[in-house]
């Protein structure tokens, strides 16, 4: 698969829905659960969900950490599930970023060390540009702070740089402005997009409520 190493143009997901709600008795409302849903490269998406009805799971079947689900996902013509090992590992350096909903932090590590790691890896932002993210984030002064002595708040600042610290078709963040106000939620909102939009990206944003108030392509409920 020559291409699929370098990019990714569409994301097809074909009658998926979650092992467990397949065999329930009452089954979900859902604009993606069961149905034909394509996300394109480019694009800006938001996938609104109440609590419980699978918004993280989506987000880990697509990144190929879950496989507990029915139904095919395609990168382009593929099914993930076709993917070995080393190209999962590729696509998660070249094609994917996920911002996860409970962060995936190094607590014993310092807001730097933790995106140093991924940068290291990637080689693809320049300390400059990080820099620059620290300061417009207002977290510049909590660099060499451990992350495990941060608020919530603060670490998702972090993971945010830390997953725009390598190329991506495809950017999945899973509750990213949970824990900030307004201006930052505005903020992030504004850095997301401009790397998305630097890149020729996709973004898919997932929330139970809060969420970027941003010039969304399509809005889908989970």
């Not at 109440?50 to 593929?78: A, H, M, P, Q, V």
């Not at 608020?151 to 900030?180: K, M, Y």
């Amino acid at each position: 698969m020559p291409d699929i190493l370098n990019h990714i143009d569409r994301i097809s997901l074909n009658a998926v829905i979650p092992q467990v709600f397949a065999n329930a008795d009452i089954q979900p409302q859902s604009d993606v659960w069961q149905h034909d849903v394509n996300f394109e490269r480019g694009r800006l998406y938001l996938v609104e969900a109440n609590s419980g009805t699978g918004k993280s799971s989506l987000c880990s079947y697509i990144y190929g950490y879950r496989s507990d689900y029915e139904g095919t996902i395609s990168f382009d013509s593929t099914d993930i599930k076709t993917l070995g090992v080393a190209e999962w590992t590729t696509m998660r350096l070249q094609c994917l970023s996920l911002l996860w909903q409970e962060l995936r932090l190094f607590s014993e590590l310092t807001a730097w060390e933790n995106i140093a790691i991924k940068n290291q890896l990637t080689h693809y932002q320049s300390e400059k540009q990080i820099n620059q993210w620290f300061e417009a984030l207002g977290i510049a002064d909590r660099k060499h702070t451990l992350v495990g002595r941060m608020s919530f708040g603060q670490q998702q600042r972090v993971a945010l740089i830390r997953a725009l610290c390598q190329p991506f078709s495809f950017i999945f963040v899973d509750e990213p402005i949970s824990h900030l106000d307004d201006t930052n939620s505005a903020i992030v909102g504004q850095i997301l997009t401009d790397e998305a939009r630097r890149q020729g990206a996709a973004v898919v944003v997932t929330s139970i409520g809060k969420h970027m108030q941003l010039n969304y392509d399509k809005t889908l409920r989970l």
